[in-house]
């Protein structure tokens, strides 16, 4: 007794107890930065992320693939909405977050600055850069802060599906001609390196981590993920007959796990930074896409305004016309 | 409500019944402001610690989706099977997808 804690250490205790902070409890200034900037990046992902695949949607091979991909494509962004939300309860405002998407401000995962070339660029996206994304959004429907961990299970259940139509465009392509074959194997070297790197940096040149994980933000550290999907992966590649282009990668019986190459870490800054193959092409799209929708954003307000000014002053309502 | 009735507004009452879980419509009842309301779902919808967290909502403020729309609004869905991931043949061997 008599003891005194900061709060800042009853926080601590009382995430590291499992529970869920929700948006009226007290937290650390630090705590919701972190999760604005990081929440408002992963909307923001999911909405950049329509537009590779947006890409193939009118030259899909099939009616049933392009209603499969018209499906994910939605899904993506109504994954973008529910994480907006969630990012609103920390007191952000949506047009903000926006804002700092279109002015280039704020960051998206950089696999969405890859082109998608070639219809099996479908088939590995699903595969790879969602099963990369699944493994990072299964660890985070435990994430302390009660909005996102929500939305993050939903979005789960949404995402199952995506990671399946993917790998199955990639197994029909790797059992077919020998040019379909060839045309998955060509997808996957593409989209290997850069889905390993979606994990972010290693552990040991992730100085946020640490603190994320102190706040039970994340669960598990950037290398652990990584390794986790790489083990899951290389066996999915085997059973399709492809082939992972990494040299180095060599299952290795004492840890458990597949050793692997070393990671291009000057490519992932570099795309960070803005110098990724499509970076600028995103960016307009969004910009153009923001611009051309504004008058339908104005008729919906203006239509709103006229409604309740008729609501409130009926009588009005005959001179109106 | 009716001329001269003094009854109060209705509230719907939604509760959080544990940590980590969202919150969830529980009914309704009649209060004559939301710190009421909240003092009154308190006593009506938790009093076997059913939850952890209360909100109360004007009725007036819900607006619901009419129920003979039903069909329009919801049949779209019901032959888009692709959205489910069983939808899709995935062998064993590969490990959960």
Redesign the interface.
């Known amino acids: 007794m008599g003891e005194t804690h900061s709060l800042e250490d009853r926080f601590q205790a009382f995430v590291e107890a499992e ?2 902070v ?1 948006p009226k409890h007290w937290m650390p200034d630090g705590y919701r930065k972190t999760l604005v900037r990081q929440i408002s990046q992963h909307a923001h992902s999911e909405v950049v992320g329509m537009l590779p695949e947006a890409n193939w949607i009118t030259r899909a091979p099939s009616l ?1 693939a392009k ?2 991909l018209l ?1 994910k494509v939605q ?1 993506e962004a109504g994954h973008g909405l529910y994480l907006y939300s969630a990012a609103e309860t920390l007191g952000t405002s949506r047009d903000q977050m926006i804002d700092d998407l279109l002015s280039g401000k704020a960051k998206y995962s950089s696999i969405f600055n890859y082109p998608t070339l070639t219809w099996a660029d479908m088939g590995a996206v699903g595969w790879l850069v969602d ?1 990369a994304a699944i493994a990072n959004q299964v660890m985070l429907c435990r994430t302390s802060y ?1 909005p996102y ?2 939305a993050m299970v939903r979005i789960c259940k ?1 995402e ?2 995506h ?3 993917g ?2 465009i990639m197994m029909t392509l790797a059992k077919g001609s020998p040019e379909q074959k060839a045309m998955a194997q060509d997808a996957l070297n593409r989209w290997w390196w850069p889905s390993v790197m979606m994990f972010g940096p290693s552990d040991d040149n992730s100085p946020n981590s640490t603190q994320s994980m102190k706040w039970r933000i994340k669960r598990k550290s950037n290398d652990e993920l990584r390794q986790e999907y790489i083990d ?1 992966t290389v ?2 590649a085997e ?1 399709i007959g492809l082939s992972i282009p990494d040299p180095e990668l060599k299952w290795n019986e004492e840890t458990g796990h597949y050793d692997f190459g070393e990671i291009d870490w000057t490519e992932f800054f570099q795309v960070i930074a803005g110098n990724g193959p499509c970076n600028s092409e995103r960016l307009a799209a969004r910009q153009k896409a923001h611009n051309e929708g504004a008058w339908v954003r104005d008729a919906a307000t203006a239509y709103a305004a006229k409604q309740s000014a008729r609501q409130s002053n009926p009588s009005k309502q005959t001179h109106a016309a | 409500m009716s001329q001269g009735s003094q009854q109060w507004p209705l509230w719907e009452v939604f509760v959080r019944s544990k940590n980590g879980l969202a919150h969830k419509h529980s009914g309704s009842l009649h209060a004559p402001d939301a710190e009421m309301a909240l003092k009154n779902a308190r006593d009506v919808y938790t009093r076997r610690s059913e939850g952890v967290s209360i909100w109360v909502i004007p009725s007036e403020a819900i607006t619901a989706s009419s129920p003979d729309e039903k069909d329009p609004l919801f049949a779209p869905s019901d032959d888009k099977v692709y959205r489910h991931p069983t939808f899709y043949d995935i062998p064993d061997e590969v490990g959960h997808m």
């Open positions: 529970n869920k929700e049933r209603l499969i499906a899904d099963g009660g961990s929500r949404e199952s599906f990671q399946r139509q790998y199955e899951k066996a999915q059973f």
